[in-house]
């Protein structure tokens, strides 16, 4: 690459986070232009890119935009979409591993199935749409966990119950 010609930090063209087509870089900018969604720009202090309009951001792994999150919401929408994806496929999840970074922030919304007990770790206690969730190990800044937002151990066969269908019903 040729460092005067000056691209953003993901080079001269990406995919669209959205859409998925190439999007060229304009030179000696920040920025990504989609014809359908408009400018994205790069942040090199974070190495995250930014939809201007919505200010919705990302970050990149093996190619792979992951959308960054700032409400619960998001994840557990993200979360539910992806267990529907296994259900398609033949798979029934049994854990979900969410990236420590979002510990704090989901705090308060991942289902408590049993009573809390002195001594009982709060991350064993805590279930999302009826499953164990567990945090991931803490990470080094090389790390996909410092990218990607959550993992499913999976098996195949069909839940036995679907906690996670009562949005559809
Ligand atoms: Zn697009």
């Not at 974070?46 to 992951?66: A, F, I, K, P, T």
């Not at 991942?110 to 009826?130: D, K, M």
């Not at 993992?151 to 069909?158: A, N, Q, S």
């Amino acid at each position: 690459m040729n460092p005067g010609l000056q691209y953003p930090m993901f080079g001269s063209e990406i995919q669209c986070p959205h859409c998925r087509q190439t999007i060229p870089a304009l030179t000696l900018t920040d920025t990504y232009l989609c014809s359908r969604h408009g400018a994205f720009e790069a942040n090199p202090k974070n190495g995250e890119l930014v939809h201007l309009q919505s200010g919705r951001n990302w970050r990149r792994w093996n190619n792979e935009w992951y959308r960054q999150h700032t409400h619960p919401d998001g994840i557990r929408f993200e979360i539910h979409e992806a267990l529907d994806k296994l259900y398609t496929q033949g798979y029934r999840a049994t854990r979900v591993i969410i990236a420590r970074r979002y510990q704090e922030l989901m705090s308060g919304y991942l289902e408590r199935s049993t009573p809390w007990r002195a001594g009982q770790p709060e991350a064993t206690a805590a279930r999302l749409y009826g499953l164990p969730v567990e945090f991931s190990p803490d990470t080094s800044e090389d790390d996909c966990w410092e990218v990607i937002n959550f993992d499913l151990e999976k098996e195949p066969g069909v839940p036995v119950r679907y906690p996670y269908f009562r949005l559809f019903e």
